[in-house]
């Protein structure tokens, strides 16, 4: 969930979702460029398929309808691959909810905004963000970079937290970061299990999305203690 405050410090930007050192620069050409697009295209579509551990690139190539030598021209390797997908992916996975309720009065209606941005985002690339969990347990880099951009989420909401205790509409005896840990893990735990694992309700019945949005948007002002949510 992000709750972004209008202005960002430039300590508080999400960074990139892979380390820039595994890309390449882009093709010059177009028809470079539309054999690289294929390239990603058909690894996203076999990485989901089949998992990061069981790829081949045999097989991105065979989705791709392109020589595997052709691979080589643009990609050095799986893990330079995957960053260029995770690339392509990442403006929907970075989830900016706010601009779409910037300037509105009631808090609760910014969070609830923000929460649907963050879960309809999440559920759009549930098999990416399952397969981004495979690959951080198997590369130290690309768990880094994970690391770093959860990180960075967290200090935007404990930011946004901090501007609401200022405006007196979120609890002030509560640290901000800590909130912000404690809230922002629960939603996105909640997205992993409702979208990747396929959790939902006790009767097996898939989860329902406007519940989801619903019980966390519910569960966020009611531990920050809003104005007629005690």
Not at 96 to 108: I, K, L, N, S
Not at 118 to 146: D, G, I, S
Not at 183 to 203: P, R, T, W
Request: aromatic share 8%; glycine share 6%; charged share 30%.
């Amino acid at each position: 969930m992000d709750i972004t405050v209008p202005e960002e410090t430039d300590g508080d930007k999400a960074p990139p979702m892979v380390p820039l050192s595994h890309l390449r620069e882009p093709p010059t050409t177009k028809r470079g460029a539309r054999t690289r697009a294929a390239l990603v295209k058909a690894a996203r579509k076999v990485f989901e398929r089949d998992g990061y551990l069981d790829t081949r690139l045999t097989d991105i190539t065979k989705e791709a309808q392109c020589a595997a030598g052709s691979f080589y021209t643009y990609f050095a390797n799986k893990e330079e691959m995957l960053a260029a997908v995770l690339l392509e992916a990442q403006e929907d996975m970075l989830h900016p909810g706010m601009a779409r309720v910037e300037g509105a009065e009631d808090p609760y209606a910014v969070l609830e905004a923000s929460n649907r941005a963050y879960l309809e985002a999440y559920k759009r690339n549930a098999k990416l963000m399952a397969l981004l969990e495979q690959v951080a347990q198997v590369e130290p880099e690309f768990r880094t970079f994970r690391t770093r951009r959860a990180d960075a989420f967290i200090r935007r909401n404990a930011r946004g937290i901090a501007d609401l205790q200022a405006q007196g509409v979120a609890d002030r005896e509560v640290d901000p970061m800590m909130a912000s840990r404690a809230l922002s893990g629960m939603v996105s735990v909640m997205a992993y299990h409702a979208f990747v694992l396929g959790e939902g309700q006790e009767d097996g019945e898939p989860v329902d999305f406007e519940e989801l949005v619903s019980t966390v948007t519910r569960l966020w002002a009611n531990a920050l203690r809003f104005p007629g949510h005690r």
